[in-house]
C-alpha cells in the first residue's frame, strides 16, 4: 500500500524503478540474466516470480527484495516480453492504468516505451518480420477520436452518464450556440412526424425562456390534476405540443426544470430534464446467434443467461417505457422488438417462427429474420464463433423487416454480444440511430494470448474476425452498458473485458495501439436483475408456488435414478448445497463436486446438489460438454458421492427453477456459484433474490455483487481447500447459531433490492439513451470522422476476414466450442 502511494506520488514506473534496481543490484542482476538466459519469451507474473525465486534462493533477502518497491512493481507487472538484453514490462499498477518499461538485463537502465513499443517487443518474440515492417497496420482510435473528454480517476469508470451531464452543463454555460443546440434538439422530438414538447415558431433560447415564464405563470394557477387537454390549446398558442406531463402539476415541474437548465445548468438537473423528454419509443435489440426463444432454449449450447437478460430487460423497460409515456401525457404505444436469427430446423423450439409476442409484455416481440447466403436461407444452427460470414446480410435484411414492421424508424438500437453489436453498429450508422453495445462476455480475456496466438486459434474460435468486430462495435457504440465495474475495468489484479481491448497485438493482422478507452465515458455501469415475480423469497409462503412441491420432492430426494437426475441423498435431514449451471468448463461444477469430495467437515454438515447439462455423453455435441459429463462421473465414483450428491440434468421451467432454489433455503442450505471466471452470475442474484445465502467465485462479476461475509462469501475457484472449508465453517457457525444463516439471507436480500432490480436497470438504460443521444448530436463531426475510420477498418478488415470463414453445407452439425 505504501508503495502504491510513493509509485502515484512520483508518478512513473520508468523514474523510480531504477533507484529500486539499485538497492537490490546483486540479487536483480542474477534475476535479470535469469529473465534473459532462455532467449525471447512471454513471461506472465507467475513465471516471472518462480524466476525471482529461483535467484534469490535465501528466504529473507527474497522478502526483502519482494517486499520493496520493486516488489510492488514486479507483482503489478502483467507480462513481460523478453528481447534480449532487453525485459519489456507491461506493468498495471492500477485498474485502467498501465505503464511500459524497457530494462537492459547487462546495466539495468531503465527507459520507459509507449504501448505500441510494447507490442512490438511482443512481436519480435511471436512473429519478427511483421515486427520489423514499418508499415504493419495499426489501429489507432485514440488519434481521430482525440476531443471526446476523458475521466481522469480510477473511481469514476463506468459512470459515464454523470460525467457526461457535467460536460454537457458546462458546454450550455459557457457558450450560447450550446443552449441553441439544446433548442434544436427540443424542436426535433417528435413522434411519427407529429411534433411534440416545442414546435419551430420557438426559434430562439431567448423567445423559449420567455414563454416558459408565461406559461409557468398560468398552469401554477390550475389545479394539480387538470388534465394536459384542458389547456393543450393555450399552450398550443405559445409553441408548445404535447409531451410535457400528463397533469398540470406535472407539466409545471418539467417547464421548470427546463427554465432551470435554461438559466444555469447543473447535471442533476439535466439528467431529470433528460429522463423526461419523450424521445424514446421504439426500441431494437440485436442477439442473432444461438437458440432465441421463450421457452425449451436454456442450456443449448451458446443458449444461457443472455436469453434470460434480454428478454427481462425487455419487460422491464416496456413497463419503465409506459410509465414514463402516462407521465408525459402521451397515447403513444411503444414497441420493442427483440431481433433474432430464425432457424428453420428448430428442433423443437420456435426459433422458426418469424414473429412471437414476448409473454408479460403488452407490445413486445421478437422478430426473426434468417441467414442467407448464395444457397438461399441457412437452414440450421451454427455457433456463435462461425457467424461471422452472414451478419451483413443479415443486418440489411433484419433493417428492413424491422422498418416494415415498426412502421418508423427505432429512436434506439441495442447489441448483444459481439455479433449483436456488429449488426447494431451497421443499422444505427445506416440509418443515425443512437446506439448501445452490450457484451455480457467479451471472448478476448477468456483465452490466455488469444490475441498474440490468434492464429493457432483462429481455425477453431475465429478470434480475428471476433476482436475486429468487437473493437468495431465497441467505437461506433454511443454508450456502452456494462454489469459490473469490472467488465470495465477488472479489478486490482485482473484486468477488465474492455481493458483488455486498449493495446493489444494480433501479429500479422493488425496492432492495436489504441482500441478503447476504459476511461472513455460512454462506459456505464447497469446491472440487471433477476425477475422478482419468479425469484422472490422463501419466507413469502403465501406467494410460493406449492404446486411444484412433489415435481421438487421428487428431483430432490427419491431413491431412484432417473433420465433426470442421478444420486441420492440417504441424509435428508442436512442442509443443501446447491449450484446450477451450463456444464462448461468455466462454470467449473466438476470443480465444486472435487472440492465437496475431498471435504470430509463439509460432506458430514450437507448434501450437495447441482443441475447442469446432462448424464449422457452420448447426448452432447458440445466437446467441452462431453469431457465435463465424464469428469462427472469419474469424481462421483473416485470420491464415493452416491448417497450424498444428486445431479440434476438442465432445468428449462424458471418457475420451478425459482421454488426449487426456495426449498433449497428451506433445508438452510446455500448456493455455490464455483466458476473460474464469471462476467457476471445471473443465478447469483437468483439465489440472493430467494433468500438463499450465496458463495460465489471471486474472479468476476459475483465480486461485486456480494459484499464478502456481509451479503454473502466470495470463494476462490483455484483454491478449493481453502472455499470447500469456507463453506463448512459457515454450516458450522449456523448449527451453533441459527441466527447467522438469516443474517447472512437477509443481507442478501438487501443487497439485491439496493443494487440489483430491473426497475434500477430500466431507468438508468433510458437515461443513457435520451442523454447520449443529445451528446452525439452536439458532437456530430467529430462522430462522422470517426464513422468513416469505422468504415473503412470495417470494409478492409472485417469484410476480407468474414469472407474466409467457411459456410456450412447442408448436413449433419459440427461439434462447438462451448462458451
Ligand atoms: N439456467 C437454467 N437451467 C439450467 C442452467 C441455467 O434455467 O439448467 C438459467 C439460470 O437460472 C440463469 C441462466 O440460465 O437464469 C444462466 O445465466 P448465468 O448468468 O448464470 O450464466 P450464463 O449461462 O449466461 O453464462
Ligand atoms: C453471460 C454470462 O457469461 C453471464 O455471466 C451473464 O450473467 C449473462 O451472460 C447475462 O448477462
Known amino acids: 500500500m505504501a508503495y502504491e502511494q510513493v509509485l502515484k506520488r512520483s508518478n512513473s514506473i520508468a523514474d523510480s524503478m531504477p ?62 516480453a523478453v528481447v534480449p538484453p532487453y525485459v519489456a514490462f507491461a506493468v498495471r499498477p492500477s485498474p485502467g492504468f498501465w505503464e511500459f518499461v524497457k530494462v537492459n538485463s ?33 489501429i489507432d482510435f485514440g488519434a481521430i477520436d482525440f476531443s ?12 459515464g452518464v454523470s460525467f457526461i451531464s457535467k460536460n454537457i452543463t458546462s458546454r450550455l454555460h459557457g457558450k450560447p450556440e450550446s443552449a441553441k443546440s439544446l433548442l434544436e434538439y427540443l424542436q426535433a422530438i417528435n413522434h411519427q412526424g407529429e411534433d411534440l414538447m416545442i414546435n419551430a415558431t420557438l426559434d430562439t433560447v431567448s423567445k423559449l425562456q420567455n414563454v416558459l415564464v ?46 432551470e437548465v435554461l438559466e444555469a445548468p447543473e447535471p442533476a438537473k439535466l439528467e431529470l430534464l433528460f429522463s423526461r423528454l419523450p424521445t424514446i419509443f421504439n426500441i431494437v435489440i440485436f442477439s442473432p446467434h444461438g437458440y432465441f426463444g421463450q421457452s425449451d432454449v436454456l442450456g443449448l449450447p451458446d443458449t444461457g443467461g443472455q436469453v434470460v437478460y434480454i428478454l427481462d430487460q425487455v419487460r422491464a423497460l416496456e413497463e419503465e417505457l409506459l410509465l414514463r409515456i402516462k407521465q408525459q401525457g402521451l397515447v403513444v404505444k411503444p414497441q420493442i422488438l427483440v431481433v433474432t436469427r430464425l432457424i428453420p430446423d428448430a428442433r423443437g423450439t420456435k426459433c422458426n417462427q418469424e414473429l412471437e409476442p414476448i409473454i408479460n409484455t403488452k407490445h413486445s416481440h421478437i422478430l426473426r429474420v434468417p441467414f442467407r447466403t448464395e444457397n438461399g436461407v441457412l437452414r440450421q444452427w451454427v455457433s456463435r464463433f462461425d457467424i461471422y ?31 449483436g453489436n456488429l449488426v447494431a453498429s451497421l443499422m444505427a450508422s445506416k440509418l443515425g440511430i443512437t446506439q448501445g453495445t452490450i457484451a455480457h462476455a467479451l471472448e478476448k480475456t477468456k483465452y490466455e494470448d488469444s490475441d498474440a496466438k490468434w492464429k493457432e486459434l483462429d481455425s477453431k474460435y475465429h478470434f480475428s474476425c471476433q476482436f475486429t468486430s468487437d473493437i468495431i462495435s465497441m467505437n461506433s457504440a454511443d454508450f456502452i452498458i456494462t454489469s459490473t465495474y469490472q467488465e470495465i475495468a477488472g479489478s486490482k489484479d485482473r484486468p477488465g473485458q474492455y481493458e483488455s481491448h486498449t493495446t493489444f497485438t494480433m501479429p500479422g493482422l493488425y496492432r492495436v495501439v489504441s482500441g478503447i478507452n476504459v476511461f472513455d465515458p460512454k462506459f456505464n455501469i447497469a446491472a440487471p436483475g433477476a425477475d422478482q415475480s ?38 435428508r435431514k442436512k442442509p443443501i448445497i446447491f449450484s446450477m449451471a451450463r456444464l462448461d468448463t468455466v462454470k467449473n461444477i466438476t470443480g465444486l463436486t472435487e472440492w465437496f469430495g475431498k471435504n470430509k467437515r463439509l460432506r458430514s454438515l450437507v448434501n450437495l446438489v447441482v443441475v447442469a447439462g446432462f448424464f449422457d455423453p452420448s447426448k452432447s455435441k458440445d466437446r467441452e460438454e462431453i469431457a465435463e459429463i465424464k469428469k462427472m462421473h469419474a469424481l462421483i465414483e473416485k470420491y464415493e458421492l452416491k448417497g450424498q450428491i444428486r445431479w440434476i440434468a438442465a432445468q428449462t421451467d424458471r418457475y420451478r427453477n425459482g421454488e426449487l432454489y426456495r426449498c433449497i433455503s428451506d433445508t438452510k442450505g446455500a448456493f455455490v456459484q464455483p466458476a473460474l471466471y464469471e462476467a457476471f452470475g445471473l443465478t447469483v442474484i437468483e439465489a440472493m433474490n430467494c433468500g ?46 441459527p441466527e447467522n444463516w438469516d443474517k447472512i439471507s437477509k443481507a442478501g436480500l438487501q443487497r439485491i433490492y439496493e443494487c440489483y432490480t430491473w426497475k434500477i436497470y430500466a431507468n ?33 478488415q472485417f469484410r476480407n476476414l468474414a469472407r474466409n470463414l467457411p459456410i456450412p453445407s447442408e448436413g449433419p452439425e459440427q461439434p462447438t466450442p462451448a462458451a
Not at 542474477?30 to 506472465?44: D, N, P
Request: with cysteine; proline share 4%.
Open 106 to 138: 547487462k546495466d539495468l537502465s531503465v527507459d520507459s516505451i509507449t504501448a505500441p513499443e510494447y507490442l512490438k517487443f511482443k512481436e519480435m518474440i511471436l512473429d519478427e518480420n511483421w515486427a520489423n515492417d514499418e508499415n504493419a497496420l495499426e
Open 534 to 571: 419468479v425469484y422472490f423469497p422463501y419466507t413469502e409462503r403465501q406467494r410460493r408456488l406449492i404446486s411444484f412441491h412433489p415435481a421438487i420432492e421428487e428431483l430432490l430426494y427419491s431413491k431412484e435414478d432417473s433420465n433426470e437426475h442421478i444420486g441420492y441423498l440417504a441424509d
Open 148 to 159: 471526446t473528454p476523458r475521466m481522469t480517476l480510477s473511481s469514476s469508470i463506468g459512470n
Open 19 to 80: 533507484d529500486a534496481l539499485k538497492q537490490s543490484r546483486y540479487h536483480m542482476k542474477r534475476c535479470f540474466a535469469r529473465f534473459v538466459a532462455r532467449g525471447k519469451r512471454l513471461l506472465k507474473l507467475q513465471h516471472i516470480m518462480e524466476e525471482v525465486e529461483k535467484s534469490i534462493e535465501d528466504k529473507q533477502n527474497r522478502s526483502k527484495v519482494l517486499e520493496g518497491l520493486l516488489g510492488y512493481i514486479l507483482s503489478s507487472t502483467k507480462e513481460a
Open 389 to 419: 460470414p452472414y451478419l451483413e446480410r443479415f443486418a440489411q435484411d433484419a433493417t428492413a423487416k424491422i422498418l416494415e414492421h415498426m412502421e418508423c424508424k427505432p429512436d434506439l438500437i441495442i447489441g448483444n454480444y459481439s455479433d
Open 764 to 796: 438508468k438504460l433510458l437515461n443513457m439513451g435520451a442523454v447520449y443521444g443529445f451528446w452525439r448530436q452536439l458532437n456530430k463531426d467529430q462522430n462522422i470522422a470517426k464513422q468513416r475510420y469505422i468504415h473503412m477498418f470495417y470494409n478492409l
Open 692 to 737: 438463499l445465502p450465496t458463495f460465489a467465485t471471486n474472479q468476476g462479476g459475483p465480486a461485486e455483487i456480494i459484499v464478502d461475509e456481509i451479503s454473502g462469501f466470495h470463494i476462490d475457484p483455484n483454491n478449493g481447500d481453502e472455499s470447500s472449508n469456507k463453506i463448512a465453517d459457515f454450516f458450522e457457525k449456523c448449527k451453533l447459531d
Open 214 to 259: 408565461a406559461a409557468e405563470v398560468f398552469v401554477s394557477a390550475l389545479p394539480k390534476d387538470a388534465p394536459f387537454r384542458n389547456f393543450e390549446q393555450r399552450f398550443k398558442e405559445w409553441g408548445f405540443e404535447k409531451g410535457w406531463g400528463n397533469t398540470a402539476e406535472r407539466v409545471k415541474e418539467s417547464i421548470r426544470i427546463l427554465s
